[in-house]
């Protein structure tokens, strides 16, 4: 079992930037896939980004390539996603997610564990 818990959401004028963090439990952390989706009101959930177990590998949405980073600390069962140049279409919640498997998918029925969320909302 894996839980996660996201922190680090909140308001930001338009090219701002905001930390998101999300925090596991469990000793198995580093053997997970982590990523990052979100969840604009009306719409369905989409893919942001992932990061392989060891680090090495991410891979983004075209629509945040470029801006975003995602990355982790297995060391701290954490991973982060930086959202620089943040624009109004970027309001959300975010969502962390958690996969046993190596693949970086992009489909979230591929992930086995959630977070609740955090809420970003960018004012333009």
């Known amino acids: 079992q894996v839980q996660l818990v996201e922190s680090g959401g909140g308001l930001v004028q338009a090219g701002g930037s905001l930390r998101l963090s999300c925090a596991a439990s469990g000793r198995t952390f580093s053997s997970y896939t982590m990523a990052w989706f979100r969840q604009a009101p009306g719409k369905e959930r989409e893919f942001v980004a992932a990061?392989?177990?060891?680090?090495?590998?991410?891979y983004y949405a075209d629509s945040v390539k470029g801006r975003f980073t995602i990355s982790r600390d297995n060391a701290k069962n954490t991973v982060y996603l930086q959202m620089n140049s943040l624009k109004p279409e970027d309001t959300a919640v975010y969502y962390c997610?958690?996969?046993?498997?190596?693949?970086?998918?992009?489909?979230?029925?591929?992930?086995?564990?959630w977070g609740r969320g955090t809420q970003v909302t960018v004012s333009s």
């Open positions: 997610a958690a996969r046993r498997g190596p693949i970086l998918e992009t489909r979230d029925y591929e992930y086995d564990y």
């Open positions: 990061i392989s177990w060891s680090g090495g590998n991410t």
